[in-house]
Nanobody, 124 residues
Framework: QVQLVESGGGMVQAGGSLRLSCLAS????????MGWFRRAPGNGREFVAA????????DYVASVKGRFTISRDNAKNTVYLQMNNLKPEDAAVYSC?????????????????WGQGTQVTVSS
C-alpha cells in the first residue's frame, strides 16, 4: 500500500498559478504510475493528468492541456501538478493516486491508492 499526502492547494484569482505536490511513501515510488484527479462540488471524480514511472509518457484531460503540467521527482518520492492560467471551473479538491501498473492511455490505469486531497479555489 502507498501513502499519499498532497499539499499546495489554496485560493487564487483566475489567471493565476498553483503547484500541487504529492509525497508518496510505502512502496517503491519510481515503479508507480501517478495520477491527479479532481472532484468539484456536485460532480463526480474527474481524471486530470497522469505520468509513467520514467516520466516519458503523460496523459491529460483535454480541458487542462497546455495549462497544467505533471512531473515527478523520483529521488524525492514526489509528483507535482503545475497549474497555470487557472479558471473558475478548475476549482475542486485535487487528489493524487498511485497505480502499480499502467494502461494506455494512462487515465485507464488502475489507481488503487489515494490521498486525502487538497482544495483549490479559483475566484473570478
Amino acid at each position: 500500500q502507498v501513502q499519499l499526502v498532497e499539499s499546495g492547494g489554496g485560493m487564487v484569482q483566475a489567471g493565476g498559478s498553483l503547484r500541487l505536490s504529492c509525497l508518496a511513501s510505502g512502496r517503491t515510488f519510481s515503479s508507480l504510475t501517478m495520477g491527479w484527479f479532481r472532484r468539484a462540488p456536485g460532480n463526480g471524480r474527474e481524471f486530470v493528468a497522469a505520468i509513467r514511472p520514467n516520466s516519458g509518457t503523460t496523459d491529460y484531460v483535454a480541458s487542462v492541456k497546455g495549462r497544467f503540467t505533471i512531473s515527478r521527482d523520483n529521488a524525492k518520492n514526489t509528483v507535482y501538478l503545475q497549474m497555470n492560467n487557472l479558471k473558475p471551473e478548475d476549482a475542486a479538491v485535487y487528489s493524487c493516486a498511485a497505480a502499480n501498473t499502467y494502461a494506455l492511455p494512462l487515465r485507464l490505469s488502475r489507481f488503487d491508492d489515494w490521498g486525502q486531497g487538497t482544495q483549490v479555489t479559483v475566484s473570478s
